[in-house]
């Protein structure tokens, strides 16, 4: 099973932080997707029923993915937001308050309903600026690890659309293949005050590796090799994925300490968490003495990216 290490952290677990903290807090839930919801990161798509969770009662040793956000919940995110920013109207604090505490709300929003494979974290220099990395798990892109920067506007929710920028190039049709901005303007318009929300921008990051549109393109190579040469444009995507794993443990000069950086696993650190990783599933004692700790099976299977889900034979 392929292991990362974020700012020291295995990627068992990283759990991203509000604006008001310092440092990043460890979790059991980060790298790869998101663990404690409750559907699989299957391929986004409008025919895909996102509402559908399960009602059944979880089960001890089941491993399943966060759910995308359905209508309803996108609706009742939605409403929270403006019932929070609505708290702030006609009080006496500043205006550069009130977009913090803005910005906090929407974040704490994105933290209650995981966005799968999708990770972000303001920046410790500026709350207007957020580190994000998204991992593709299927698709033409899979196996793919994207850093990319959020970056919000000063007069935000009133002025234009945030932007997105990635790291490194990315071979595709909405992303810019000399700056790597991609066009968030072709799903938002015109940004709606208690309309557009953030983690509608983040939920469009991910959608346009599962559903790729070549019209109205920002690559236009990449468009035009989409529609009348797929497999010269699968060796494109292929390229962008390897290179994405070749500069993924680069080391990045920034002195924004919530920057994401990944480092190898070194077995002499962490061999002791690893090895009580994989043998505690057989200690079935563990969840009876303590309720808080989670014994089951790997999210991938070893050596690829594929994800998988097995009941444990234990719990029946």
């Not at 995981?114 to 698709?139: D, E, M």
């Not at 945030?162 to 901005?181: A, C, M, N, Q, T």
């Not at 990783?277 to 594929?306: A, C, E, F, I």
Request: include cysteine; hydrophobic fraction near 30%.
């Amino acid at each position: 099973m392929t292991e990362h290490i974020v700012n020291g952290n295995k990627t068992a677990g990283i759990k991203p932080q509000t604006l008001e903290d310092k440092e990043i807090k460890s979790d059991t839930n980060f790298l790869p997707p998101t663990p404690p919801s409750s559907v699989s990161d299957n391929t986004d798509s409008d025919d895909l029923d996102l509402g559908a969770v399960p009602k059944t009662v979880r089960r001890e040793g089941r491993k399943i993915l966060p759910p995308i956000p359905d209508s309803e919940t996108e609706a009742e995110m939605s409403a929270s937001i403006i019932s929070k920013q609505n708290t702030m109207t006609g009080g006496s604090c500043s205006g550069q308050t009130k977009l913090e505490y803005i910005l906090m709300n929407e974040y704490n929003m994105v933290r209650k309903h995981k966005l799968p494979g999708v990770y972000v974290i303001p920046s410790a220099l500026s709350p207007l600026i957020w580190n994000g990395v998204i991992f593709i798990r299927q698709g033409l892109y899979q196996g793919a690890v994207f850093r990319f920067n959020l970056n919000i506007p000063e007069n935000y929710p009133n002025g234009d659309c945030p932007r997105v920028f990635f790291e490194h190039l990315v071979f595709h049709p909405v992303i810019d293949s000399k700056f790597g901005e991609l066009d968030v303007k072709r799903e938002f318009k015109k940004w709606r005050r208690n309309g557009n929300f953030l983690w509608q921008v983040l939920m469009y990051v991910r959608r346009i590796f599962f559903k790729i549109d070549p019209k109205c393109p920002s690559n236009t190579e990449a468009a035009e090799l989409y529609e009348n040469n797929m497999e010269e444009f699968k060796k494109k995507v292929e390229d962008s994925v390897k290179c994405s794993k070749e500069v993924l443990y680069n080391p990045i000069e920034s002195n924004d300490a919530h920057m994401i950086r990944f480092t190898p696993l070194e077995e002499t650190t962490h061999e002791e968490a690893k090895t009580d990783m994989l043998t505690r599933k057989g200690h079935r004692s563990d969840v009876l003495s303590d309720p808080y700790k989670k014994n089951g099976l790997s999210w991938l299977k070893p050596g690829s990216t594929q994800i998988f889900s097995v009941e444990d034979s234990g719990t029946q």
